[in-house]
């Protein structure tokens, strides 16, 4: 089963324009220098070629990567979400039941991720844990060393 990636129209957007950006001007540039490496002569030991060539496949395998996020998209409209539960788009206010405490995710899809902002994927194992909680319910977050246990305080949805 191909599992669906869900995001916003705009998180969607990004990342077709990231893949156009990719394509059209970082392959060609990269195409370019292979180029101007294998001009140097014997490729056996031409460091630059090798790793010119390094490049392009990283950079083909992120294009990929990109365009089987695009392939699997699945667009939701926060708008027709429920308010008063943990959902896809909504920012949630937790404290950590073991230490007390609070901080704020906002669950995203793909191409909208922060998390220096405390934007997660939805789709992640913290994001998956959180869903569908309501105010005062205590989430259970499986986590490398056991379980993290989070109490819901608040939910909002700004859009």
């Not at 669906?4 to 990004?14: A, I, L």
């Not at 392939?71 to 230490?99: H, M, N, Q, W």
Request: hydrophobic share 40%; proline share 4%; net charge negative.
């Amino acid at each position: 089963m191909v599992e669906s990636v869900p995001m916003t129209r705009e998180g969607y957007n990004k990342i077709k324009a990231e893949i156009h950006r990719l394509e059209n001007v970082e392959m060609p540039a990269v195409t370019e220098k292979i180029a101007e490496a294998r001009e140097e002569g014997d490729l056996k030991e031409n460091a630059e070629y090798h790793a010119q060539r390094e490049n392009q496949g990283m950079l083909m395998a992120k294009i990929n990567e990109l365009k089987d996020k695009v392939a699997r998209a699945t667009i939701i409209d926060p708008s027709k979400l429920p308010k008063d539960e943990v959902v896809f788009g909504c920012t949630v206010t937790v404290e950590d039941v073991a230490y007390g405490d609070e901080e704020q995710f906002t669950l995203v899809g793909a191409g909208d991720e922060d998390y220096d902002a405390g934007k997660i994927l939805v789709t992640s194992p913290f994001g998956q844990g959180l869903l569908g909680k309501k105010v005062g319910e205590v989430a259970e977050v499986d986590v490398p060393a056991g379980k993290i246990k989070f109490k819901i305080l608040k939910i909002s949805l700004e859009f």
